[in-house]
């Protein structure tokens, strides 16, 4: 949401300026820059990222306009979503975890949560670090190790899109000139024309190098630092699901295992100590 108001005070600043100041819009939409520079920098991304990123990006920069995906709710239910699972283990032993870990998307605990179940790599991590305490005989600092070679490499691969996009960004001011350039080789074959259609033309070229320069710094540029925040906040829900099967894989009870699990939260969406205790048992 914050995504769309901001791509519309952006447009509404710079063109609403230019309208104010006497400037023909009709000037700046031009349809043939746009196919230069927005054709070549699609297809510099096609040539710089393999078909499984380029997808991830389209579906980070559409997630990114329908709002972030991390927020408190899903921490919350995070948070009862661990203590349920701590539970378990607590009541029925580790053992009665098969059941669910093997197939989440039947556990009726799982299925309960469809705001986490949607994140099939939280779920993985999740299970996949599950297995590991079922089976026995791993040290909590060795699973530790693992999750955190987990995390790392979620979070490089969380960091592509944005990598991705931000080159693409700096590379939009150079293929801005390239589109002038082509303006002026045209301009140049009619320079022996009547002055007002040299002036038009040269205007169009500019028009090339002022869209590579707007679009690089008024939208790919702020996507792709969306993107990298996005990533990192992602990185933050896996830290915190570290935190609370670590403490449980040590022997802490269900409620301390969720609290440091609710400690390893950001700032931002972490609840009190109260709410959460409130939250996770169910009380209204």
Same mark, same amino acid.
């Given at each position: 949401?914050?995504?769309?108001?901001?791509?519309?005070?952006?447009?509404?600043?710079?063109?609403?300026?230019?309208?104010?100041?006497?400037g023909?819009l009709?000037?700046?939409?031009q349809?043939v820059?746009?196919?230069?520079?927005?054709?070549?920098?699609f297809g510099?991304?096609?040539?710089?990222?393999? #078909?499984?990123?380029?997808?991830?990006?389209?579906?980070?920069?559409?997630?990114?306009?329908?709002?972030?995906?991390? =927020?408190?709710?899903?921490?919350?239910?995070l948070? $009862?979503?661990?203590? !349920?699972?701590?539970?378990?283990?607590?009541?029925d032993?580790?053992?009665?975890?098969?059941?669910?870990? !093997?197939?989440?998307?039947?556990?009726?605990?799982?299925?309960?949560?469809?705001?986490?179940?949607?994140?099939h790599?939280?779920?993985?991590?999740? +299970? /996949?670090?599950?297995r590991?305490?079922?089976?026995?005989?791993?040290?909590?600092?060795?699973?530790?190790?693992?999750? /955190?070679?987990?995390? !790392?490499?979620?979070?490089?691969e969380?960091?592509?899109?944005?990598?991705?996009?931000?080159?693409?960004?700096?590379?939009?001011?150079?293929?801005g000139?390239?589109?002038?350039?082509? &303006?002026?080789?045209? +301009?140049?074959?009619?320079?022996?024309?009547p002055?007002?259609?040299?002036?038009? #033309?040269?205007?169009?070229?500019?028009?090339?190098?002022?869209?590579g320069?707007?679009?690089?710094?008024?939208?790919?540029?702020?996507?792709? +630092? =969306?993107?990298?925040?996005?990533?990192?906040?992602?990185?933050k829900?896996?830290?915190?699901i570290?935190?609370?099967?670590?403490?449980?894989?040590? &022997?802490?009870?269900?409620?301390?295992?969720?609290?440091?699990?609710? $400690?390893?939260i950001? =700032?931002?969406?972490?609840?009190?100590?109260?709410e959460?205790?409130?939250?996770?048992k169910?009380?209204?």
């Amino acid at each position: 949401m914050f995504v769309l108001i901001g791509a519309i005070v952006v447009l509404g600043a710079v063109f609403g300026g230019f309208v104010m100041e006497g400037g023909p819009l009709k000037l700046i939409l031009q349809p043939v820059e746009f196919l230069i520079i927005g054709g070549a920098a699609f297809g510099a991304m096609v040539i710089s990222a393999p #078909k499984k990123l380029l997808m991830k990006i389209i579906a980070r920069v559409m997630g990114s306009l329908k709002g972030g995906a991390v =927020n408190r709710e899903l921490y919350l239910d995070l948070l $009862r979503l661990m203590y !349920e699972i701590f539970q378990v283990t607590r009541k029925d032993g580790l053992i009665a975890l098969e059941s669910h870990i !093997e197939h989440p998307d039947q556990s009726k605990i799982f299925t309960k949560y469809p705001n986490i179940t949607r994140h099939h790599h939280i779920i993985s991590f999740m +299970t /996949d670090t599950f297995r590991l305490i079922v089976l026995g005989g791993i040290a909590p600092h060795d699973i530790e190790s693992l999750m /955190d070679l987990d995390i !790392e490499t979620h979070h490089q691969e969380g960091a592509q899109p944005g990598m991705i996009l931000q080159k693409i960004g700096d590379s939009m001011p150079g293929l801005g000139i390239v589109a002038a350039v082509l &303006g002026i080789v045209i +301009t140049m074959q009619a320079i022996g024309g009547p002055a007002e259609e040299i002036g038009h #033309k040269v205007a169009v070229a500019l028009v090339g190098t002022f869209l590579g320069i707007f679009l690089s710094y008024g939208f790919i540029q702020p996507m792709a +630092t =969306n993107l990298d925040l996005a990533a990192e906040e992602e990185s933050k829900v896996f830290e915190a699901i570290k935190s609370g099967i670590i403490s449980l894989a040590k &022997g802490f009870n269900p409620i301390v295992s969720v609290e440091f699990a609710r $400690r390893s939260i950001p =700032n931002d969406y972490r609840p009190s100590f109260q709410e959460m205790e409130s939250f996770v048992k169910g009380a209204k």
